[in-house]
Each structure stands twice: as C-alpha cells, then as structure tokens.
Nanobody, 126 residues
Framework: QVQLVESGGGSVQTGGSLTLSCTAS????????MAWFRQNPGKEREGVAV????????YYADSLKGRFTISQDKANKRVFLQMNSLKPEDTAIYYC???????????????????WGQGTQVTVSS
C-alpha cells in the first residue's frame, strides 16, 4: 500500500503561480509512475502530468505544456507540480496518483492508478 498526501493548494489570481506537493509513504516499484490529475464537479478527471520516478522522464497534457512542470525529490519521496500563468480554467481539485508502470501513451488512463491522494483545491480568480 502507498499513501499519498497532497499539499500546496490555494487561491490565486489569474497569472499567478502555485506549487503543489505530493508526499508518498514510500518510493518503490509501486510508485514507478507518479502523476497529477485534476477534476471539476460534473467533469471527468483529466491527466495533468506524469513523471517516471526511475528515469525522471516527464509527460504533460498537451494543453498545459509550457505552464506546468512536474518534478521529484526522491530522497524525500515527493513529487511537485509547479503551475505558472494560472488561468480560471485551471480551477479544480488536483490529485496525486501512483502506479507501478505506465507509458507515454497510457499515463492519462485513470484506471491504471491504484493509489490516490485526497486532493487539494486550486482556485484561480479573474
């Protein structure tokens, strides 16, 4: 079992920045892929970014490239999501998720991830 705890959400104005953090109870084979997803009420959960914890490779949702950056601190079992130039449409609950294996083609498939955090709210006001 892996427990994931997100932090760093909050409220910002358009154009602002936030950094989310996800701390895992352990970094092991079960956390080969660490990802961020987001969801608004009434909408499907969508993949934001993923990092392959072994190689450090990263992938992003096409619409978010250039504004969001995912990174990790292996020593402290943390994954970060740096969000810049935030827009009102970025408002959502952001979730951290982990799974053993994923690929550049499959990482956005929610069903791949057995481990989820509780989510952290990000609100961007205009």
């Amino acid at each position: 079992q892996v427990q994931l705890v997100e932090s760093g959400g909050g409220s910002v104005q358009t154009g602002g920045s936030l950094t989310l953090s996800c701390t895992a109870s352990r970094y092991a084979s079960s956390t080969g892929c660490m990802a961020w997803f987001r969801q608004n009420p009434g909408k499907e959960r969508e993949g934001v970014a993923v990092i392959f914890t072994s190689a450090g490779s990263t992938y992003y949702a096409d619409s978010l490239k250039g504004r969001f950056t995912i990174s990790q601190d292996k020593a402290n079992k943390r994954v970060f999501l740096q969000m810049n130039s935030l827009k009102p449409e970025d408002t959502a609950i952001y979730y951290c998720a982990a799974t053993t294996f994923c690929s550049g083609d499959s990482w956005q498939q929610i069903q791949l991830y057995p481990y989820w955090g509780q989510g952290t709210q990000v609100t961007v006001s205009s």
